[in-house]
């Protein structure tokens, strides 16, 4: 499986300490007019809603009737934590708890979640002890400085992305599942990124010192710490308009853009272009049909 998916299906993973499937489904055969497999949905109406992780059907029930105090235990938890507020957009039960999507307010911006132990023979929820998955949180404040930094750079990616789905019969996620079932750090509908290794783990410490650092002082930071450019690899994954097969002219073109671009951010980029369905139980896209360009190809921008 590509490095994107396997970054993306390890969060998905982590979510409940097991999803229900894999990264690729492999019943998404479609007829000639419609889908065969009833866990699909068209990608422009997917919000999250169907979005399920292991064992969650008793917790899920438990957290929906708790929302208020697993919503104010979330926010104080990132609050004295992280030091930094969030918005609850989500949450859905899991084995012996909730995991609980949220958004940053401000910068820096990223999307993730925590877990809020839930104890349903008890049927109560353990709100002083939520947690967060070893380095999922770090993960995404890194990916979120990184794009506050080179903001310009970011622009000139969003921008292409933005027109290249104008100029082809392609999309994106809808801004609802983003919000809603998407936990992958700095994210649009047409990417996320992620760090690779701890080769930018000073952003992180450098955060959680001092909150209130001006650009020129983050800029002047990354200059002084060398990091080589597959320390943040740009997951691009975009979806085809129409239930058609993905196209590989598309593809090709979106490669060949990207290779000869310049003025976007430094990393590693990896594309997939996906057909219409997405999994609504998973919120994962590819499947066996799904084209890519990716490890051990990496676009390498440096």
Same mark, same amino acid.
């Given at each position: 499986?590509?490095?994107?998916?396997?970054?993306?299906?390890?969060?998905?993973?982590?979510?409940? #300490?097991?999803?229900?499937?894999?990264?690729?489904?492999?019943?998404? &055969?479609?007829?000639?007019?419609?889908?065969? +497999? +009833?866990?699909?949905? %068209?990608?422009? +109406?997917?919000?999250?809603? *169907?979005?399920?992780? %292991?064992? *969650?059907?008793?917790?899920?029930?438990?957290?929906?009737?708790?929302?208020?105090?697993?919503?104010?235990?979330?926010?104080?938890?990132?609050?004295?934590?992280?030091?930094?507020?969030?918005?609850?957009?989500?949450?859905?039960?899991?084995? +012996?708890?909730?995991?609980?999507?949220?958004?940053?307010?401000?910068?820096?911006?990223?999307? &993730?979640?925590?877990?809020?132990?839930?104890?349903?023979?008890? =049927?109560?929820?353990?709100?002083?002890?939520? !947690?967060?998955?070893? #380095?999922q949180v770090e993960?995404?404040?890194?990916?979120?400085?990184?794009?506050?930094?080179?903001?310009?750079?970011?622009?000139?990616?969003?921008?292409?992305?933005?027109?290249?789905?104008?100029?082809?019969?392609?999309?994106?996620?809808?801004?609802?599942?983003?919000?809603?079932?998407?936990?992958?750090?700095? @994210?649009?509908?047409?990417?996320?990124?992620? &760090?690779? *290794?701890?080769?930018?783990?000073?952003?992180?410490?450098?955060?959680?010192?001092?909150?209130?650092?001006?650009?020129?002082? !983050?800029?002047?930071?990354?200059?002084?710490?060398?990091?080589?450019?597959? @320390?943040?690899?740009? @997951?691009?994954?975009?979806?085809?308009?129409?239930n058609v097969e993905?196209?590989?002219?598309?593809?090709?073109?979106?490669?060949?853009?990207?290779?000869?671009? =310049?003025?976007?951010? %430094?990393?590693?980029?990896?594309?997939?272009?996906?057909?219409? !369905?997405?999994?609504?139980?998973?919120?994962? *896209?590819?499947?066996?049909?799904?084209?890519?360009?990716?490890?051990?190809?990496?676009?390498?921008?440096?």
């Open positions: 499986m590509v490095r994107l998916l396997v970054v993306f299906a390890g969060i998905l993973l982590l979510l409940s #300490g097991c999803n229900q499937q894999n990264g690729k489904n492999t019943n998404a &055969t479609q007829g000639e007019n419609n889908k065969v +497999d +009833d866990t699909l949905v %068209r990608v422009q +109406d997917y919000t999250g809603e *169907g979005y399920t992780l %292991r064992n *969650g059907n008793k917790s899920d029930k438990i957290a929906q009737e708790n929302k208020e105090a697993i919503t104010k235990a979330v926010e104080m938890f990132f609050l004295e934590k992280y030091k930094t507020e969030v918005m609850v957009h989500n949450m859905v039960g899991a084995a +012996d708890g909730a995991t609980v999507f949220v958004e940053s307010v401000g910068e820096p911006h990223f999307y &993730t979640y925590a877990i809020v132990p839930i104890d349903v023979d008890q =049927k109560k929820v353990v709100s002083e002890n939520v !947690w967060s998955q070893e #380095g993960n995404a404040i890194k990916t979120a400085l990184y794009a506050m930094i080179f903001h310009e750079e970011f622009s000139k990616l969003e921008k292409y992305l933005l027109d290249i789905v104008k100029d082809y019969a392609i999309t994106g996620i809808t801004e609802e599942a983003l919000r809603n079932v998407r936990a992958t750090g700095y @994210s649009t509908p047409f990417y996320y990124s992620s &760090t690779m *290794g701890d080769s930018l783990d000073f952003l992180f410490e450098e955060y959680m010192n001092d909150q209130e650092i001006s650009i020129s002082e !983050w800029k002047d930071l990354i200059e002084q710490n060398p990091y080589s450019p597959d @320390s943040i690899l740009f @997951s691009i994954s975009l979806y085809m308009e129409e993905p196209d590989e002219k598309i593809l090709n073109q979106i490669v060949s853009d990207i290779e000869e671009m =310049k003025g976007i951010p %430094r990393g590693a980029y990896n594309i997939i272009l996906n057909d219409n !369905w997405i999994n609504k139980t998973t919120a994962i *896209g590819a499947k066996d049909n799904s084209i890519e360009h990716s490890y051990p190809n990496d676009i390498i921008k440096e």
